[in-house]
């Protein structure tokens, strides 16, 4: 290889096999090839809304293990995490172009990713929580993943192709997201008094947070009721099973704390956030906010 910079050697990928990228270098339409007809009888808008749900929770958590690059304790766990970030940066992808499929607007993952404001996002307020320590980490992805991949689960089952089709992908992904979290929360939690008293404290600070993820939005009861969703509130079971085993092992306690008050009843997925989400957003959509008419 004759470049005279590194930059010269990324430029090689343009036309050429480019499978040493995420998604490759050119960004095509993820969905392309798959039927994406809304099914008989489905409001279209509210399959869109549903699929921003699902995608945003992916997104925004994402982002926010990115930030994890070069902070987390061992290179291992950096790699592990910027992969985890990876597979749900894939699927909140697939479902933001589902969204602008169903509703017939043609909309882009680039413009719901970049061009709406908090208020238009509506995942759930654990996704964003500000970032902790790492026993905070472990903690949200524990109760994050556990919670997606009972969901996904049941989404398998979905009548609309696509969502299942997701689904399927999903459930491999983010069954490796949970037993990442589970062997972490062990580690910590029945490792050394400091290491057991942060993994307790990092529990703590994020189970506030529960409770809403198995509070359903009138969205998702109306997808359910047509078998293209699920009811989150039917996945807590399996949620609270896997959750009791990990602690169990973990030598850690179910915290006893009082669940975070919607604002005005309107939570995460009434675009309710917390003061973090601004933040975010603020960092992830900076440079396409700043350059609008860039093609990348």
Not at 98 to 118: I, L, N, Q, V, W
Not at 201 to 217: N, Q, R, S, T
Not at 248 to 256: E, K, N, Q, R, S
Not at 263 to 284: F, I, N, P, Q, V
């Amino acid at each position: 290889m004759n470049n005279d910079t590194a930059f010269d050697a990324f430029a090689e990928a343009e036309g050429t096999d480019d499978s040493r990228w995420a998604f490759g270098t050119g960004f095509a339409d993820p969905l392309s090839g798959v039927d994406t007809t809304v099914p008989s009888g489905v409001d279209g808008a509210v399959l869109a809304r549903y699929c921003l749900m699902l995608a945003d929770d992916a997104l925004v958590f994402s982002h926010r293990l990115q930030q994890w690059c070069t902070n987390a304790p061992e290179l291992e766990d950096e790699m592990a995490l910027a992969n985890i970030a990876l597979d749900l940066l894939g699927q909140a992808r697939l479902l933001l172009t589902r969204a602008g499929k169903a509703d017939g607007s043609d909309r882009g993952e680039d413009h719901y990713a970049y061009f709406r404001p908090e208020h238009e996002f509506l995942n759930v307020r654990l996704a964003e929580l500000e970032r902790g320590d790492f026993g905070q980490l472990v903690a949200v992805l524990l109760v994050f993943s556990t919670f997606r991949l009972a969901l996904l689960n049941q989404l398998r089952s979905s009548v609309d192709p696509v969502l299942a089709a997701i689904a399927a992908k999903g459930v491999k992904e983010v069954t490796y997201h949970r037993d990442y979290a589970a062997g972490w929360a062990v580690r910590l939690g029945d490792g050394t008094a400091y290491s057991h008293e942060r993994m307790q404290a990092g529990l703590d600070a994020v189970w506030p947070y529960v409770a809403e993820l198995f509070d359903p939005h009138e969205t998702e009861l109306a997808m359910a009721a047509q078998g293209i969703g699920v009811d989150p509130s039917t996945v807590r079971e399996e949620f609270d099973t896997v959750l009791a085993q990990v602690l169990a092992a973990a030598t850690l306690t179910v915290p006893g704390v009082a669940p975070k008050a919607a604002l005005g009843g309107r939570a995460g997925r009434d675009g309710r956030h917390t003061e973090a989400m601004g933040y975010l957003l603020a960092e992830l959509q900076s440079v396409a906010r700043t350059y609008p008419e860039a093609t990348w």
